[in-house]
């Protein structure tokens, strides 16, 4: 810790210093002292863990100075660890590149809590460095390179070195599986335990997977694994009557959203106090450098490329819910033909019965219920076919899972495109704000 913050404190590198809740001269020591508190409250050992944590910032060379500097890397330590936790900043002017290096104690300073690293802290801290700087109007990496060969790489690289899911392994256990051409599905299981996976045969003949450290098993079909992952298609595979299946990509990085500004006049109009007013500020500040955010990463550079992508984004999402819609109504009418088909197939005899008793009264009395059955039945299959002729039950059957399928993966398109659009209008919507074309929007909002 000592030789860490003495690198940073270095005379010869150092072009401003700032701190929170400790003396950067005497930080080892204060850092220490709220850890040897947290161990006389609580009893966990000062040893355990990380002692404290680091994070580097850097900036355009002759973009700031290193006053400016120090203060957007307090700024960002501050938002980091939202206050509750000890920090200093150095800033370093030895490089072309103004450089601060941030020191926080791993241990807050009310003892209530330890920070600890989480899956894909990189990458929000580097989001949250990149908001900052946006709102200072900074520049900001678009497309950063790999550092070094090593672990250590960019949030970009990161993405990649999570491992897979569970459902991935398997479909990539599948995928390899079937690249060394087995005999049957036999073989084919064969080789997927020669992979390291417990082959697991359920009732109705449903096969799953256990791999190693995996505590529930996944099953082979494709409402779980995706289109082609089916027990039949993996067959046909096989058998040479279709190709691979392909490897859907799994999502990476969750989603921001982009929220509307707020009208603050409007808002104050309406009895809040100045400070709602400070942080509405504060709030609409965040949300335009979001907005900014969002236009650098789609390289969006004029007004009429983002009107354009917004009205694709709306466009495509109305598309999909079409989409969308067309499937399940051919689903609902596939599922309630089946369901017709086995009521008619059931009731069948019992009309037949009818007729041979020449539509005798009693005999409709004792069996009212299978007759009334049997007529809506064959109304429903009339109306659905409208004359045309009813296919067999074997092929109601693999429509009815194809279109579940379909309209699975419409459902998941129709998600992606729905939060893709929500994020493009509220995007225009501030830049709208910001420019002052209102006029439009308002009367849109009138009309509905």
């Known amino acids: 810790m000592e030789d860490r913050f003495t690198y940073g404190l270095n005379p010869e590198k150092l072009g401003a210093v700032s701190s929170y809740l400790c003396d950067p001269n005497t930080a080892p020591a204060e850092f220490l002292l709220v850890k040897s508190q947290c161990l006389a409250e609580t009893g966990r050992a000062v040893s355990r863990g990380a002692l404290f944590f680091q994070i580097r910032q850097a900036f355009l060379p002759g973009e700031v100075t290193a006053e400016e500097a120090n203060r957007i890397g307090y700024e960002t330590a501050m938002r980091w660890t939202k206050g509750k936790y000890q920090f200093f900043v150095c800033t370093h002017t030895d490089k072309a590149h103004i450089h601060n290096h941030i020191y926080f104690n791993a241990t807050a300073f009310d003892r209530s809590r330890k920070f600890h690293n989480f899956i894909g802290s990189s990458f929000a801290l580097r989001r949250l460095s990149d908001r900052v700087c946006i709102e200072h109007e900074l520049s900001v990496i678009q497309n950063p390179c790999q550092h070094s060969k090593g672990r250590f790489l960019h949030y970009g690289q990161w993405i990649g ?85 392909e490897l859907p990509e799994e999502p990476t990085v969750p989603p921001r959203r982009v929220n509307l500004i707020i009208d603050i006049q409007e808002r104050m109009a309406q009895g809040k106090g100045p400070a709602y007013e400070r942080w509405a500020k ?119 899972r194809e279109l579940a399928g379909q309209k699975k993966e419409l459902y998941a398109e129709y998600r992606e495109a729905q939060r893709q659009m929500r994020e493009a209008v509220a995007v225009k919507a501030n830049i709208d704000h910001l420019l002052g074309i209102t006029d439009e929007r308002e009367n849109k909002a009138q009309e509905r």
């Open 282 to 400: 504060v709030y609409n500040l965040k949300q335009m450098a979001a907005a900014l955010q969002y236009l650098q990463e789609h390289h969006l550079t004029d007004y009429a490329a983002l009107t354009a992508s917004t009205e694709a984004a709306v466009d495509h999402f109305h598309k999909l819910s079409d989409e969308l819609r067309t499937t399940e109504e051919a689903l609902s009418k596939t599922s309630e033909l089946m369901a017709a088909t086995v009521d008619y197939a059931k009731t069948r005899p019992v009309f037949d019965g009818y007729k041979a008793a020449r539509y005798s009264k009693k005999y409709l009395a004792q069996h009212e219920a299978e007759l009334a059955t049997y007529r809506a039945a064959k109304d429903t299959m009339n109306t659905i076919l409208n004359g045309a002729k009813l296919p067999k039950i074997e092929i109601l059957k693999k429509s009815r």
């Open 161 to 245: 070195e999570k491992p897979p899911s569970a459902k991935q392994r398997v479909r990539l256990a599948v995928l390899a599986a079937l690249e060394k051409k087995p005999t049957d599905f036999a073989d084919f299981l064969r080789l997927m335990e020669e992979s390291g996976f417990a082959v697991k045969h359920g009732r109705g003949g449903v096969i799953s997977f256990l791999a190693p450290g995996q505590e529930k098993p996944t099953r082979l079909r494709a409402s779980t694994l995706g289109v082609g992952f089916d027990p039949e298609d993996i067959k046909a595979v096989i058998a040479g009557e279709r190709p691979l299946p």
